[in-house]
Structure formats: structure tokens, C-alpha cells
């Protein structure tokens, strides 16, 4: 059971727009940022959104992140094929750990 | 660019022990905090431990808390875990990650490519 509660799948047709939520409580999401990974198919996770809301060089603009209360978003929109990856929401908590959603499956359809 | 290479995985038995490293490369090491984080077989991401830039600030994921010691030689440009008394759960492969800057609560910004860990009897 993991800390941060994600939804273990989700999909879209090509062009279209999906969100992932990040459900945290007071200890982690309510007083930290959220980060985001992409796993890729047989690779290492990458950096794509973090402080919530920011996007490293190179990540395309499809990619949004939101952070409200006690639970945050990421936003894929004009879904393209090789979005179809593992996506994991992680922040750091006051019990002095990191702590990671279970993570969602897209699916590209 | 940044390189983060791990070695030393493999089978063991449970109770034994095992020490990975992580040879850095491509940026200055000594600046950056470092973690491991594992992923078990077709699971999520699991984070382990972590070390500032400086090694004051050291904190575990509860589980390896008194098996696991996270450590660093900035002469080196190397990071290690030691890991004791391994349990099957432990197994995964471990991603040896840096930080995007000097401590523990920065984001992951570099992953290495792991290293697989089996402890089986």
C-alpha cells in the first residue's frame, strides 16, 4: 500500500487529453511539492514535472502538473503514442522520507 | 553529461550481505545529494535512502533502517550502499539517483540504469 494513492491505469485515443491524480495528506503533499516521473518500457524512470508544476528541459509542453490541497495532477494532453508509460507523483515527507505514488499504467489507444 | 553507472548486484542468500556502488560522472559530485531508490519485480518505485551533498543528513526507509548504510566517497566520485541481514523483499533493481541539488528533499533529476539484487535461498 503505498503512501500517495494514484489510479492504477489510464488511456486515451491519440490527441487526446488525460489527468492523473495524486491523492497525499497534512505530512506530505499538503506541505511539499510533487514530482514526476515517466518509466518508459524496460527503462529508468526520467524526471518530467517537478515543484509541482515545472518541466525540465526537454519535456514537451503536453506535460502540466497542479497542486491543490492535499493532492495533485499531471495533465498529458494531445496524448501521442510513445506516451504510453508507468507515471509516478513523489514528494518528500515530514516523517523525513520520499514517498511515491503506486503509479498509473497509460494506455494509448 | 551526467552518468550514473551502478555495479555489484546479484544472488545472494537471505541473512547475507551485498555492496553496490555508483560511479558518477559529469558533474560536480560533491554539490549534489545522492539516494537509492529500488523497484521489485514488475512493482512501483520504492525509495531507500538518501545523503546530502555532505553526508550530515542521512535519512531510511523504515524497513532497511539498522540493515542498510548509505555512504559516499566524494574522492572517489562514488556512492555506496551497504546492505546487511538482506530479506527476499528487498529484492529489485536498485536505481542510484542524484538529486537536483545539495539536499535530501530535491527532486530526483538523474537516474542510473540500476542493478538487479536477488536474495533467494
Known amino acids: 500500500q503505498s503512501v500517495l494513492t494514484q489510479p492504477p491505469s489510464a488511456s486515451g485515443t491519440p490527441g487526446q487529453g488525460i489527468s492523473i491524480s495524486c491523492s497525499g495528506s497534512?505530512?506530505?503533499?499538503?506541505?511539499?511539492?510533487v514530482n514526476w516521473y515517466q518509466q518508459l518500457p524496460g527503462t529508468a524512470p526520467k524526471l518530467l514535472i517537478y515543484?509541482?508544476?515545472l518541466r525540465p528541459s526537454g519535456v514537451p509542453d503536453r506535460f502540466s502538473g497542479s497542486r491543490s490541497g492535499t493532492s495533485a495532477s499531471l495533465a498529458i494532453s494531445g496524448l501521442q503514442s510513445e506516451d504510453e508509460a508507468d507515471y509516478y507523483c513523489?514528494?518528500?515527507?515530514?516523517?523525513?522520507?520520499?514517498?511515491f505514488g503506486g503509479g498509473t499504467k497509460v494506455t494509448v489507444l | 553529461q551526467v552518468k550514473l553507472v551502478e555495479s555489484g548486484g546479484g544472488v545472494v542468500l537471505p541473512g547475507t550481505s551485498l555492496r553496490l556502488s555508483c560511479a558518477a560522472s559529469?558533474?560536480?559530485?560533491?554539490?549534489?545529494?545522492l539516494n537509492w531508490v529500488r523497484q521489485a519485480p514488475g512493482k512501483g518505485l520504492d525509495w531507500v535512502a538518501v545523503?546530502?551533498?555532505?553526508?550530515?543528513?542521512?535519512y531510511y526507509k523504515d524497513s532497511v533502517q539498522g540493515r542498510f548504510k548509505i555512504s559516499r566517497d566524494d574522492s572517489k566520485n562514488t556512492l555506496y550502499l551497504q546492505m546487511n541481514r538482506l530479506r527476499p523483499d528487498d529484492t529489485a533493481v536498485y536505481y542510484c539517483?542524484?538529486?537536483?541539488?545539495?539536499?535530501?528533499?530535491?527532486?530526483?533529476?538523474?537516474w542510473g540504469q540500476g542493478t538487479m539484487v536477488t536474495v533467494s535461498s
Open positions: 539517483v542524484r538529486s537536483s541539488g545539495s539536499y535530501e528533499d530535491d527532486a530526483f533529476d538523474f
Open positions: 559529469g558533474f560536480t559530485f560533491n554539490t549534489y545529494a
Open positions: 545523503t546530502s551533498y555532505d553526508g550530515t543528513n542521512i
Open positions: 497534512s505530512s506530505n503533499i499538503g506541505t511539499s511539492s
Open positions: 515543484s509541482d508544476h
Open positions: 513523489a514528494v518528500w515527507d515530514d516523517s523525513l522520507k520520499w514517498v
